[in-house]
T-cell receptor
Framework: AQSVSQHNHHVILSEAASLELGCNYS??????LFWYVQYPGQHLQLLLK??????LVKGIKGFEAEFIKSKFSFNLRKPSVQWSDTAEYFC??????????????FGTGTKLQVIP | NAGVTQTPKFQVLKTGQSMTLQCAQD?????MSWYRQDPGMGLRLIHY???????DQGEVPNGYNVSRSTTEDFPLRLLSAAPSQTSVYFC?????????????FGQGTRLTVV
């Protein structure tokens, strides 16, 4: 069964610091990868996604993620965080190009706290 | 365009009570699902549906029932609430295009069972 690991459970950064959140998945096939963000008291929103092509994916609000197939990783990065980036971030994965419905597996989430 | 709408936003139940969490989407999405979110455990899939009349179990289905009579609606029923079902519940929908599709989430229902 596929699984997603987010090793950082809680990250605290000062404004303008750089961010990298780790995401590793376990599945040998072709996958689709997602990062979702959940701001305090709100629902999950898509931050960025990777289906195919350029492994460096640009998302909203200056976020990017790099898919490294050999490492089964899809780490999220941002060069300079803002207080408004305080949120919980979820990595997710599902099978690609398999037809029909494919279940999405979510990681346990990383809470990011940005200190002004 | 309302997207995915969940009601109620908050609910307190007594152990043993039953209730239905409502979920509706107006994007004509075939796929709908229910997740529960618990601290340190991420989102876990409860039940899902790939179209009207078709449902299946997810990772944590016990204690929950679903039905899908229309494309738009996907209610989640708690038959006899237990304190272990205290959680935040999210409904999501997406188009059915293999795996390369994002999920759209509702605002969530915070359920407390006492």
């Amino acid at each position: 069964a596929q699984s997603v690991s987010q090793h950082n459970h809680h990250v605290i950064l000062s404004e303008a610091a750089s961010l990298e959140l780790g995401c590793n998945y376990s599945y040998g096939g072709t996958v689709n990868l997602f990062w979702y963000v959940q701001y305090p008291g709100q629902h999950l929103q898509l931050l960025l996604k990777y289906f195919s092509g350029d492994p460096l994916v640009k998302g909203i609000k200056g976020f990017e993620a790099e898919f490294i197939k050999s490492k089964f990783s899809f780490n999220l990065r941002k060069p300079s965080v803002q207080w408004s980036d305080t949120a919980e971030y979820f990595c997710a994965v599902n099978l690609a190009n398999s037809g029909g419905y494919q279940k999405v597996t979510f990681g346990t989430g990383t809470k990011l706290q940005v200190i002004p | 365009n309302a997207g995915v709408t969940q009601t109620p936003k908050f609910q307190v139940l007594k152990t043993g009570q039953s209730m239905t969490l409502q979920c509706a989407q107006d994007m004509n999405h075939e796929y709908m699902s229910w997740y529960r979110q618990d601290p340190g455990m991420g989102l876990r899939l409860i039940h899902y549906s790939v179209g009207a009349g078709i449902t299946d179990q997810g990772e944590v289905p016990n204690g929950y029932n679903v039905s899908r009579s229309t494309t738009e609606d996907f209610p989640l029923r708690l038959l006899s609430a237990a304190p272990s079902q205290t959680s935040v519940y999210f409904c999501a929908s997406s188009t059915r295009q293999g795996g390369d599709t994002e999920a759209f989430f509702g605002q969530g229902t915070r359920l407390t069972v006492v």
